[in-house]
Structures are given as C-alpha cells and as structure tokens.
C-alpha cells in the first residue's frame, strides 16, 4: 500500500485559524458558567518571613464574598504541590498550596478570597491582614552555599538541593594531555517565560454525577488530572480537565501549580463554579522560571583544535520549592554539554541549591540552551585561544555523518546527523568569507561588526518512558464516523504548535482525504485517551507517530474490508481522492465513505472482523531525536552607546522530516526571537531582598517587532530513524542554538577592545564599561560611533 | 454608584450602567461576552486588548469604560464587516494565509492595530510595519510572519480598490 | 489589575471642571488620556476618591496659530500632535518628540497636557518644551496664568502648577528660518521611556554661526532641564561638528542629580546625556543647513 504524500511536506493553511482571526476561540477566562465565583489571592511581600498571624475578618465581611481561606484553613483537605522529579539523594522541598507558617518567596499565596465578581475578590483580598516577621532573605546562589547562610527548609542543615555527577571516558587523562586548558565562568541568566495568556482556571463540581470539571491553560491536561485527584484525594474518574485554547506556554504551562489544585478545591468545598485569572505580576512572581544556571567550564584542547575532554561544574539555582519537574531540568543540561562535537572524555558536576525566589523549571528548551550556549561559547574562547576561525575549530570536531548513531560519553546516542552540512550550509547563506572581509574593513573605520556561530544539537521528543519522569510515550486514536469523516484524538495538547493542521495532513495523506474530512481533538481528559502533552519538542515524533500507527491500523482494517468487497487483495489497494481502489486498475473501486459504511453497517465484512472503526495506539519511542543547525549572527555594536544592532541572522535547521513547512518556519522564528530576548534584553533580577525588580513588563523587556531583522532560515533534511515519519522535532531549535550565536557575535564585535566573554543579557551599558575599560587601559582603538541613526535597534 | 454609558460596538447601540472604575475591556468581555479582545498585562504594554476606538487603535485595559461613552467601538469579532466583502477583512486573511499566529493570543489585538497602520499608511514598509507594531507583544511567532500578513493585506486592499 | 472604586465626573467644559476641582479638593484627580493615571490605579498605587474627565471638554483639543504662536489645547492628543501639518512645517520639535512616546495605542489616548502635568522624569514632552522655550497656560476659579516652561517643572512628578488648577494649552513659537530641530532619545527597554532624550533646537545666521541655541534634556535627573552650558558653548560661534562635540561634553551641570535605576547607572545615563544631545545637535544642523540652502 503506498502513501502517496500529498500534503504532508505542504504549507498548509492552518485549520486552527479562523476561529482564532475572528475572535471566536475559547480561552480559559472567556468561559463563563452560572453563579461563577472569582478568587483572588493575598500573596507574600516578604521573601523569607515567619507568619505571625492572618486576619480575614474584614475580608470575610465585606459585601459579596463568599469564603476567605488560609493555609490553616485547608490543613487536611490537601497534600503538597508534587514533583515527578527524582534525583538520587535529593532533598524533598515540597510546597503547601497555601503557605502555612512560613514563606519562602515574594509571590507566595498565603491567603484567598472568594467572592461574586473579580473587582469585589481584589477590592477583599486588599482587606485580609497578614502580620510577617521577616527572615534573613537568601537571594545569591553562591551565597547560599556558604556556611552560616540561614537555611529556607529547617529540616535540613544547607541549601544544597542535591547533588548530580555524571563522568564518561578519562577526564583525568584528557586534561594531562591537554596542550592548554580553557576556562570560563558563565551565567545563564534566570528568565520569565511570559506566555502572552497568563495562566488561568476554571472549576466546576457538579455533586450529583460527582464530576469535577476544571479548565486550565495547561500543557499537560492529562497529568494535570492525575495529581488533581491526588493532591484533592479524590479517585481520578472524578477530574474531568480540559485546557482549551492555549495562549502559549513554552513550558511555564507544563506544571501543576497550586492555584489550579486550590480553584478545583474551592469549586467542591464551597458547591460554585469558580474562576482565578492570574495578572502579569503573579504571572512574573509565581509562575515558573527559567534557566538560572552559573557553569564553570573547562575545555582540555590540543594545540590543533582537537577536543580532548570537558569539565563542567554547574551551580543551579532552583528556587524555594519545586514544581513539578524543577530538579531534573540541569541534569538536561548536562546530558548536552557536550554539544555536537566528539569529545572522549566528559565530567559534570551539578549542584541544585534553595534560594528565596520562585521555582524554576523547564522553560522553552529545559537545560538544552544552556547546555548550548556553554559548548558554543567554550567553543569560540577555544578558537581565540588558538587563533582559529570559530568555524574551523567547530569542523574539527565534529563526528562524521557516518559515524552515525553516534554514542556520547554522557550516555546519549545521537540518531542521524550531517553538521559539516548544516554549518556549510548557514557559512554560504550567510556569506560568511565576505563578512569577515567586511568585518576588517569596518574595524579599520572604527565600526564594530561581530559575527557569532553556533553549531548546535539538541534533544527532543521527550523520550523514552525510561528516560522520562512520568512517562515518554503518546497516544492517538482514530475514529471514523459512519459518514466517513474523521477524528483523530491525540493526547499531546498542543497550544500554538498548529497540530490540528499537521496531524490532519498526516491523516488525509494515509487515509487518501482532504484535510478538510478530518478533524483533530485535544486538551480534554473525557475525550482523548490518556495522553502526556506537549513540550520537549515532543508533539510531532511522539504524538504524530501515534497518530500515524493508529492510522494505519485503521487503514489496513479498511483494506481488508475493501479487499473483501472487491474481491481483491488489500496489499495491492490505494487510498486516494476519498476513493479505494486497485493500484493496477483504477476503475475498479469503492468510495472511502462506503468502506467505512461497511464497517458500521456489518453486513459485508470479511468472517471474523469486529466491526466499527476505531483505533488507538500508544507509541513508545526507542529513543530521542535529536536536530541539530548551524546559526549566524551578524551584529553592530554602536562603541558609543554599547547598543548593539542585530543586522543579520542566518539559521539553518535540520529537523528531519517536514510535515508543514510553514509552521516549521513559525517555531524556528519564534524561537529565535525567544533567544534574541535571552542574549540581549531579559533577565529576572532580584534584589538583595528577594524582591522581583522586573517585576513587570515595564521593567522586564521581551523582543518586539522591531528588535528583530528579517530572519533568513533555511533546511537541511536529515530523517530520524526513531519514528517511521523521520520527524525529529522543531519547537525549541530557535531557543537552543540563537543565544550563542548572538552572543558570539557581540564578543567578536567587541574582540578589538579585548573582551573574550561577556555574560547574558547583553546589555548596552555592560558593553559601553567593558568599551571604556579598555580605552582607559590605553592602547585600544579609539572609535567614531558606529550605527548612529539607524532606526532599528537592539535596545 | 453607576454611571450610564451608550457604545456603538460592531455596529450596535449597547447601553449599561456601569461602575466608574470598569475597564473597557472588562466591559467588552464580561458585560458584553466579546471574548475576542485579550488581556496579557496591567500596564499598557502588550497590546493584547487593542480596539478600534472612534477609528484608532487603543488599549482598551487602559481605558474605562465611563470613557467610551458615545464612542464607536469596532473589536475583532466586528472586523470582518469591516472588509465590506462579507468574508474576513484582508488583514485576517493575511494572518491566516502567512501563518501570522501560533496560540492566538495576541493576535486580536495585533490584527486590530495592522488595520489602523493600513488605514493610515496603505503601502507601509518592512520597517514601519515593525514600527507600527510596537505597542503589541508577541511571544510566539518572531513577528515576520505578522509582517507578511501585514503585506499581504496591503497588497490585497490596494488591489481591491484598483 | 483593577482599579480601587472612585466617583466619577465628566464635566463638559472647562468651567464646570473647575468647580468640580474646587469642591473636591486634593480627592479629586483630573483624567485625561488616563496613560499615566489608569496604570497606577490599576496597580493600586494611586487610589483617588473622585476622578474628574477632562475627556468630554472638546474646547481643549485644538492645534491653531496665534499671534505668531502656535496654541495646543491640553487635551490634543500624540498622535494629533504627530500629525499636525502646523506643526511639521512650523515647529517640527514637537512632532519629533511625540513620534518617540510610546507606541501607536499610547499615542493615540495620551494627551500633551496630562504629560506635562504629570511631569515624568522620563517622559519626552518635556525636553521638547523647554527648548522651545514653550509657555504653559494653567486656569483656575481665579483666572488664567502664563508659565515658562522653565519654571514649570520642580521636581520629579511635581509641577508648579498650583492646587485648583488645570492646564489648559501650551504654546510653541513658530520658528524662524535656518532652524533646525531633532529629538534624539535612548529607550528604556521594556517601557519604552526615555533613559535620556535631547532636544535640539538650533538657528543659523550668518556665516553659518549659530545665532541661538537650545537644549532640553529629559531622562537623566529628577526633572527635565535646559542644558545652559551646551547653549553657551555654542552661541555666537561657527558651527562644526568638533564643536558641537565638544559644547555637548557639557550636557550634564555639575549639580544635577543623575537618576539610577535597574535599566542605567547615574555614570551611564551622564555619558549618554553628553552622546545623545550631541547627536540631536547634529541632527538639527544638519537641518537647519539643509534649509538655508
Ligand atoms: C505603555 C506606555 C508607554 C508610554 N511611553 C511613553 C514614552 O515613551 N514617553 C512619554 O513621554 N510618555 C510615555 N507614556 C506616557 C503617556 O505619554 C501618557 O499619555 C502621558 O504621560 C500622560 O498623558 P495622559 O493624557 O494620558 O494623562 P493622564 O494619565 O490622564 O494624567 C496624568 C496626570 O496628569 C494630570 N493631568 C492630566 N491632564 C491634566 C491637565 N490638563 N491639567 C492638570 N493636570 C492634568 C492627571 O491628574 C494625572 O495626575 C507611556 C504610557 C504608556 C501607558
Ligand atoms: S492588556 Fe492592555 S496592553 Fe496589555
Ligand atoms: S501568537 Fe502567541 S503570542 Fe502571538
């Protein structure tokens, strides 16, 4: 039976859009049940403080509110905020959904309001007094490490989190035989992931069918289920969770926070629909951080280049508590830290310490980028070391195409890859040779143009389960209905990712549709079989291929139907233009409507066969995939002001099979721009106090419109063979290899005044110190402004 | 205590008494049920809530509702009327046809103000759509494909009025 | 996100809001575009008991040419002043200014009136308004006054304008020939407020000798201020990039109190003081040039 590919490789139009262009999609705030009630939270202002008592006395008694609760309050009725994350020797740090006698970070909920209307649960939630004795704050991660810093879990004796070593090949060994040593500190600055919806739920218990219906903007509705009814007690049946239209979560929605735990209660505890919308600042307080990594890095390199071995100790600040997989994400971090490159011998050393600030956890890309960024940034001080191009030093350390799968010493084993191809590709596109030409040019007038590379790997379609902390597979089913159309059930819960297209695509192609007879479902717990979700850049290798095993269980059962009928050998049938029909005789044929007519209606099928036409699978994946690219940034910086201008950025991915090129387009753009805020404009600042500076978006910048370039993205197509589609997964590619790039480029810019490294984000006035150091040291150029006038900036 | 207030909103007379603090856009959304204008901040910046006030392009979260009394209001469930061709208006077409969104979020509000750049500038350049868009934040597509959107609905309102 | 409860007046004219104000007192809180106002309520941080809109009094929206002046009612908003063909041809500084506020929405709700009067250190309006030497015109039960912009500003989000009192126009010159303008500013990332913006305005005479020069710097200190000592360096003499350098290297007076936060250093912002009102000179010479040939 061929598949002829008609729109799978397509770019398609996608089918989620109209709803979306018109106004007429369903987030979560825009429901609206009878009697709903809105809940509004009394959250910390302290980062470390004891509480002394709460009064909710006026709050109770002001006009229109239902219920005030506090940790006390809730006592029995509920566990802790869970963590699927194990680690060895880790210690517990388990968070209350409401604070009880401590809290921990600015932003923690200790008390909440139930009332009528949203204006009346703000109006009350100003008027529940809570009385704090503030603790010595723990902000520094290093700091927190030291003896004598106050410990936030008085269970334990420090703020050590745990411990993870991980060492391959002989590291000893490499570094004895090293002609030099490279070393450098880095900071992966702690981010926001500012999904443009913030979070919000929406419960509903209905007592006599004894359901509890929750909607959330969530990744993960199926999980999310799952720890409802553990954290309520409850037997599972009775969760229904449904996340509807998504407004983006890149991993900040991949969790079970206490606000979804706590609305699910109150709508059972208190008998009415309950409602909680979070506002930026909550959003900038108590949802997920990202990142927040200090690397130590250490390159043992010969004097031709060659990579004999890596050490890498990594601070990672984790936050006050965990969330849902808060310590496993570093250790992400260092499976990867090896990059693309071939080197023997590998040591990681990570430490996961308690800080007073929010938990991070996975945020688009989860310790990849940060893996990324210290292997690229190590890999251009090598190069400027060695007074080597940086992509020299990067090709001569690849592993050859035909070394392929290839097995690194932190244990992975890479699936398919050509990174000479790629980087060629992206050097050429970019035209590279001429820009360094200009480059030196530039340099002569007193203009400043850096050119970054980054050649990167990334792991995605998280995984097999028995990499994965709760489960790696995914599930599909494909249903057709009597009339002949189709739904397919998919338990990723995509949300941006355009999934209701391309799994569409995948059906029509399989099935010989129109994208148009199929219709993709997701985000419902009632409806789609249990699924794990979308994230790790899973949705397509894992979810498409259970929706591609499913269909062809469905296709090969319509075959010997129509096999049957025809009197014909299904091997020899086609499904196409919603026909059956013999590959040698076109004529001969059956519509794809009264083949699955025949499956309902039972009167013609072979002896034997069940009737009706369902399918599900569950795929497993035998491995992770892994993509991979070459970037090139080209950057200006203004020496005047330290601004630097983006000109030209270059990306040239291989994500293995392409379904629709558009949304691949889509995911590697956003991505991009997601790494240009990393590399230049975002960073959570706390202060010395634990307070959220940026606490805001008028205080926390992401990437606008005109920050960015016309990104100029091409492909290279190297199949994966872990899944019969060859997909490999795109969602977090742009993240993963842009922030080195960016910032390669802006230390090549600045390599004239002597600068070999410079740590995220790279801010305008951290490069106009590092420019006026070195005029102060003499001896360095002086320059005339660069890039004055020009309208588009990288502010 | 209320206050009356009258909104032409997608072409319909809407009269409510209304507390004074009531944001516009909770009006929209909780008093009308127009869910198509968004929320993503408290301070002015995302653009998420973008309608068309009296013609130009505003922040409804940044707006009471007592202040749009006797306005016309158009939000993105009025825009296809405003294409005059009974389907979508062209800058909805052109984020569907360019894939100018993922998640949707942003994508009432960054639709609504496009509409007033073409209305005020028909053939915009690269840059000044970038520029005209500088009040709304997208966190997901990387705004190139909003700027082909932008493009192609320039290009297809320019050819419906040759 | 939601504002604390207030009592609500749409006056609509000028008259009536002034006895509004009168009978409330420091209560009250005049509303205009409501960009500066409306996010600090909704962040709680301002919590006024009554709320007077100016919005409704349309007599205090006009852009129109007086005795040699150029009037703008308080109530005439960015995107008007952006737009204003008056304007562009006749005092182009303040167009310039007002295409660097904000973004599109922002400009078109905000009003120059309830920008000068909220006085923002970092607002852009300002800047412009004291190069332009501009007059600011506040009425109250008593009558109307005439301020200079330079006595206008006293502190950061303080003005001179007295309790009962309401702007009501600003007045700009028309600008004699050989002028040059340009407003230069760096952004602050996320909000988009001016860390520093320069203001230039700068006249030619004879001989390419700048016969009158000013400077209006917003961002760096507390208040916006006239940059005198630039002005000085300048007058009277030949134009020249050096020396426009060199005057600019006087940007920030010794007694200035810089401003420092999150986004830039007291030592940062001074540096960019003396970078951007060199570029805004230049850019203004430029023009100036341009329109004497
Ligand atoms: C997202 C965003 C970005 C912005 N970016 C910039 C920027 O880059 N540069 C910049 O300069 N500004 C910026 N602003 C501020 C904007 O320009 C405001 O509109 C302006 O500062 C205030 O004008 P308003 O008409 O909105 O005043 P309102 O907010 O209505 O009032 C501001 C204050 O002035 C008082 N007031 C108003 N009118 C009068 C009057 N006629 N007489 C006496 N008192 C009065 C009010 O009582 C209030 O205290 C931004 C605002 C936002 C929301
Ligand atoms: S919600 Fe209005 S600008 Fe963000
Ligand atoms: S499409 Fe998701 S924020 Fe723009």
Same mark, same amino acid.
């Given at each position: 039976m061929?598949t ?469 597979w995914e599930s599909a089913t494909v249903r057709v209905e009597p009339t002949g159309k189709v739904n397919v059930l998919t338990g990723a ?6 999934q209701?297209?391309?799994f569409a695509q995948i059906a029509a192609d399989l099935l010989g549709l129109?994208?148009?007879d199929i219709r993709v479902v997701h985000?419902?717990?009632?409806v789609v079989p249990y699924g ?10 894992v979810g498409g291929t259970a929706v591609y095993t499913a269909l062809t269980k469905v296709r090969d059962k319509l075959a010997a139907i129509a096999g049957h ?5 299904p091997k020899?049938l086609?499904f196409?233009?919603?026909?059956i ?11 794809f409507a009264?083949a699955v007519s025949a499956a309902y209606?039972a009167?013609?099928l072979p002896?034997g066969m069940e009737p009706g036409l369902e399918a599900t699978h569950f795929f497993e ?102 899944n019969p589609l ?70 | ?34 869910? $198509?204008?968004?929320? &993503?901040?408290? @301070? ?6 973008? /309608?068309? !006030?009296?013609?130009?392009?505003? +922040? ?39 894939? $100018?969104?993922?998640? &949707?979020?942003? @994508? ?6 496009? /509409?007033? !750049?073409?209305?005020?500038?028909? +053939? ?39 | ?293």
């Amino acid at each position: 039976m061929a598949t002829a590919t008609r729109y799978i490789g397509r770019p398609l139009k996608r089918k989620e859009d109209p709803r979306l262009i018109q106004g007429l999609a369903h987030y979560v705030d825009d429901l609206r049940l009878p009697e709903m009630h809105y809940v509004a939270f009394v959250r910390s202002p302290h980062a470390h403080a004891r509480i002394r008592s709460i009064d909710t006395t006026r709050a109770q008694t002001a006009p229109g509110v239902l219920a005030v609760l506090t940790g006390q309050d809730l006592d029995k009725a509920m566990g802790v905020i869970p963590c699927a994350a194990q680690l060895p020797e880790m210690k517990l740090a388990l968070r209350p959904p409401l604070a009880k006698e401590r809290v921990l970070f600015v932003g923690e909920p200790v008390a909440l309001v139930v009332a009528a209307d949203r204006y009346t649960a703000r109006d009350a939630a100003e008027l529940v007094e809570v009385e704090y004795e503030p603790l010595t704050p723990v902000v520094d991660p290093e700091k927190a490490l030291a003896k004598g810093a106050p410990v936030l879990h008085p269970q334990y004796s420090d703020n050590v989190a745990y411990r993870w070593e991980l060492e391959g090949g002989d590291v000893k060994a490499a570094f004895a035989k090293a002609d030099k040593v490279i070393r450098q500190r880095m900071v992966n600055q702690r981010l926001i992931p500012v999904a443009m919806e913030p979070r919000a739920v929406v419960a509903d218990y209905q007592p006599g069918e004894n359901q509890l219906t929750v909607w959330s903007s969530t990744q993960i509705p199926h999980l999310l289920r799952t720890q409802i009814a553990a954290v309520l007690g409850v037997p599972e049946y009775v969760v229904h969770v449904i996340a509807p239209e998504v407004g983006g979560g890149f991993g900040s929605k991949l969790n079970v926070y206490a606000e979804e735990v706590l609305v699910a209660h109150l709508a059972m505890r208190l008998g009415k629909p309950m409602k909680w919308t979070e506002s930026r600042r909550e959003n900038f307080q108590a949802t997920i951080h990202g990142r927040d990594q200090i690397a130590t890095m250490e390159l043992a390199v010969r004097r031709d280049g060659t990579i004999l071995g890596l050490r890498c100790r990594i601070l990672a600040d984790l936050g006050a508590y965990y969330q849902l997989l808060t310590p496993l994400i570093p250790t992400l971090t260092g499976l990867m830290i090896c990059g693309c490159y071939k080197i023997p011998a590998v040591r990681v050393e990570i430490t996961g310490v308690f800080t007073n600030k929010m938990a991070t956890d996975a945020y688009r890309g989860a310790g990849r980028p940060e893996a990324t960024y210290f292997i690229e940034r190590a890999m251009d001080l090598v190069a400027a070391e060695l007074k080597k191009d940086p992509a020299e030093i990067r090709r001569k350390n690849f592993p050859q195409p035909k070394e392929f799968p290839y097995a690194t010493p932190t244990g992975l084993i890479y699936d398919s890859a050509n990174y000479q191809k790629s980087l060629d590709a992206a050097l050429k596109k970019s035209n590279y040779r001429k820009l360094r030409a200009q480059q030196a040019k530039l340099r002569r007038q007193g203009r400043y143009l850096g050119i970054g590379l980054s050649t990167y790997v990334e792991i995605c379609a998280m995984g097999p389960s028995s990499a994965m902390p709760a489960g790696g597979w995914e599930s599909a089913t494909v249903r057709v209905e009597p009339t002949g159309k189709v739904n397919v059930l998919t338990g990723a819960s995509p949300h941006g990712q355009g999934q209701e297209t391309s799994f569409a695509q995948i059906a029509a192609d399989l099935l010989g549709l129109e994208p148009d007879d199929i219709r993709v479902v997701h985000g419902d717990t009632a409806v789609v079989p249990y699924g794990i979700g979308t994230f790790g850049s899973r949705a397509t290798a894992v979810g498409g291929t259970a929706v591609y095993t499913a269909l062809t269980k469905v296709r090969d059962k319509l075959a010997a139907i129509a096999g049957h009928i025809l009197q014909e050998d299904p091997k020899r049938l086609v499904f196409r233009d919603r026909k059956i029909f013999l590959k040698s005789n076109p004529a001969k044929s059956l519509a794809f409507a009264e083949a699955v007519s025949a499956a309902y209606v039972a009167k013609t099928l072979p002896p034997g066969m069940e009737p009706g036409l369902e399918a599900t699978h569950f795929f497993e994946p035998s491995n992770f995939t892994f993509p991979f690219g070459a970037h090139v940034a080209v950057v200006e910086v203004d020496a005047e002001t330290g601004e630097v201008h983006l000109l030209r950025y270059v990306a040239v991915d291989d994500c293995g099979r392409v379904i629709n090129p558009l949304l691949v387009d889509g995911q590697v753009h956003g991505g991009i721009v997601q790494s240009l805020g990393q590399a230049f404009l975002e960073e959570a600042v706390y202060d010395e106090n634990g307070q959220l500076l940026t606490g805001e978006l008028t205080d926390y910048a992401i990437p606008r419109a005109w920050d960015v370039p016309r990104l100029e993205t091409a492909r290279t197509v190297t199949p994966s063979p872990v899944n019969p589609l060859g997909v490999k997964g795109v969602g977090e590619a742009g993240t993963i290899g842009a922030t080195p790039a960016l910032i390669n480029a802006v230390v090549d810019a600045l390599a004239p005044f002597g600068v070999r490294h410079l740590d995220m984000p790279a801010r305008r006035e951290r490069i106009w110190q590092l420019i006026r150091r070195a005029r102060q040291a003499g001896s360095r150029p002086t320059a005339r402004r660069a890039g004055a006038g020009r309208d588009r900036r990288v502010r | 205590m209320g206050v009356v207030i009258q909104v032409r909103v997608n072409g319909k007379t809407r009269q409510h008494e209304v507390e004074p603090r009531l944001l516009f856009v909770h009006y929209l959304r909780d008093v009308l049920g127009l869910t $198509g204008t968004h929320i &993503g901040c408290e @301070t002015s910046l995302c653009g998420a809530c973008t /309608v068309l !006030l009296n013609g130009k392009a505003v +922040k409804s979260c940044t707006l009471l509702a007592v202040q749009a009394d006797g306005a016309e209001v158009v939000t993105i469930e009025g825009l296809a009327a405003l294409g005059g061709n009974g389907g979508l208006h062209p800058v909805q077409e052109g984020f569907w046809e360019k894939h $100018g969104l993922q998640c &949707g979020y942003c @994508t009432p509000g960054m639709i609504l103000a496009a /509409v007033e !750049l073409l209305q005020a500038n028909p +053939k915009p350049k690269e840059e000044e759509i970038r520029r005209a868009l500088a009040g709304n934040l997208c966190r997901c597509t990387g705004y190139q494909h909003i700027v082909d959107a932008v493009q192609f609905a320039a290009k297809k309102m320019a050819a419906g009025k040759r | 996100m939601i504002p604390a409860a207030f009592e609500y007046h749409a006056p609509k004219s000028l008259e009536e809001a002034l006895r509004l104000l009168n009978r409330h007192g420091s209560e009250a809180k005049l509303l205009a575009g409501g960009h500066s106002l409306l996010p600090l309520m909704k962040l709680r941080l301002a919590a006024p008991r009554c709320v007077i809109d100016l919005g409704r009094i349309h007599a205090l929206r006009y852009i129109r040419e007086e005795n040699g002046r150029i009037a703008i009612g308080a109530l005439t908003t960015h995107t008007e002043v952006l737009e204003s063909p008056l304007l562009r041809t006749k005092c182009p500084l303040l167009p310039q200014t007002a295409w660097e506020i904000g973004d599109v929405q922002v400009r078109n709700r905000g009003t120059i009136g309830g920008s000068l009067a909220h006085a923002d250190p970092a607002a852009d309006y300002p800047a412009a308004v004291l190069a332009l030497d501009a007059e600011i015109v506040a009425a109250s039960a008593d009558g109307t006054r005439t301020l200079r912009a330079a006595e206008f500003f006293v502190d950061m989000l303080t003005t001179a304008l007295l309790p009962g009192e309401i702007l009501t126009e600003v007045r700009v010159p028309v600008l004699p020939p050989g002028t040059g303008t340009a407003y230069r500013k760096l952004h602050q990332p996320a909000s988009g407020f001016a860390i520093v913006g320069a203001a230039a305005r700068l006249t030619l005479g004879s001989g390419g000798k700048v016969e009158r020069v000013a400077v209006g710097l917003t961002g760096v200190a507390p208040k916006a201020y006239r940059a005198a000592a630039v002005e000085k360096a300048l007058t009277g003499k030949k134009a020249s990039e050096k020396l426009l350098a060199e005057a600019a290297r006087h940007a920030v007076p010794q007694d200035v109190e810089l401003l420092s936060d999150l986004h830039a250093s007291a030592e940062y912002r001074k540096a960019m003081a003396v970078v951007f009102t060199r570029r805004a000179l230049e850019d203004a010479l430029a023009r100036a040039q341009s329109k004497k040939r």
